[in-house]
């Protein structure tokens, strides 16, 4: 969970292309939600491709991200 503006480690600079994902997620979090997932992962729940990245926003404007996006 981390404030807004700020990305996990697991997107970080060492990873240029998943970081532009994460990125990506976080901006346009309104479009991803109508776009479904195909890679499975609705068996942990998710239903959309934005839950690949982003597993919640927090009343406080943080964010909890999911790692299932960078593996």
Do not use: M, W
């Not at 990305?7 to 994460?22: C, H, K, N, V």
């Not at 609705?42 to 406080?60: A, E, P, V, W």
């Amino acid at each position: 969970t981390l404030p807004k503006g700020q990305l996990p480690g697991f997107a970080g600079p060492g990873t240029p292309d998943i970081r532009r994902l994460y990125q990506y997620a976080v901006e346009h979090g309104d479009e991803l939600q109508y776009i479904p997932c195909f890679c499975g992962c609705y068996r942990f729940g998710h239903k959309s491709n934005l839950d690949c990245y982003i597993k919640s926003s927090n009343k406080n404007g943080t964010l909890t991200f999911t790692s299932r996006a960078a593996t």
